[in-house]
């Protein structure tokens, strides 16, 4: 079965410095990843996905992942975090057999002035 | 602003009402979802409608009705809720390609009184 795990509730980081929001995954076979952000009373928007090819992938607004065979992760980061940056942010991978995305718990980013 | 559209933004309704949400695209995406999510929690699937017939129900109460009248539209009828349906339900909507992202609509608040 598909699954991604976010072990961090909450990232507290001060503006202008780099953020990093952590996510591991299991999955069999090679992962579709997606990283999301939800503003409040908000729907999710999509920020960037992995599916193949350069371990690092540029997403919208300053966002990139790193994506990790050997350490099944998919950390998503900014070199420079904002203030207007704070969000939920959501890890998922999609199931390649089924119209199914399982996503991760959340991470509640706090970027502080 | 999002490509996915969802009415009402609020509904307040109670335990012996009739009603319905409403979500439309314009994209030609052909698989669409309804997601329930509860506060800083991860959206949970509760339909997936492929090519305009139901592929995925999570075992979700007969209370909550699906419809897929065409390729653009979907709605979710509601009847006799309980007051711990009340949640923000949101729509998305993809292409039917595994490396496709899920595109969000801004949800609907609802309570349930």
């Known amino acids: 079965a598909q699954s991604v795990a976010q072990p961090e509730d909450q990232v507290n980081v001060a503006e202008g410095n780099p953020l990093t929001v952590k996510c591991t995954y299991s999955?069999?076979?090679?992962?579709?990843l997606f990283w999301y952000v939800q503003y409040p009373n908000r729907g999710l928007q999509f920020l960037l996905k992995?599916?193949?090819?350069?371990?690092l992938v540029k997403g919208s607004y300053g966002f990139e992942a790193e994506f990790n065979k050997s350490q099944t992760s998919f950390h998503l980061k900014k070199p420079s975090a904002l203030v207007s940056d704070s969000a939920l942010y959501f890890c998922a991978v999609r199931d390649r057999n089924f119209n199914k995305f399982y996503f991760g718990s959340g991470t509640k980013l706090n970027v502080k002035p | 602003d999002t490509e996915v559209t969802q009415t009402p933004k609020h509904l307040v309704m109670g335990m012996t009402n009739k009603k319905s949400l409403k979500c439309e695209q314009h994209?030609?995406?052909?698989?669409m979802y309804w997601y329930k999510q509860k506060a800083k929690k991860p959206p949970e699937l509760m339909f997936v409608y492929s090519y305009e017939k139901l592929s995925i129900n999570e075992s979700v109460p007969s209370r909550f009705s699906p419809e897929c009248p065409n390729s653009s539209l979907l709605n979710l009828h509601l009847h006799a809720l309980q007051p711990e349906d009340s949640a923000l339900y949101l729509c998305?909507?993809?292409?039917?390609?595994?490396?496709?992202?899920?595109?969000f609509g801004n949800g609907t608040r609802l309570t349930v009184t």
């Open positions: 994209m030609g995406h052909r698989a």
């Open positions: 998305a909507s993809s292409l039917y390609d595994p490396d496709s992202p899920l595109h």
């Open positions: 999955v069999s076979g090679n992962p579709y």
């Open positions: 992995y599916i193949t090819g350069d371990n």
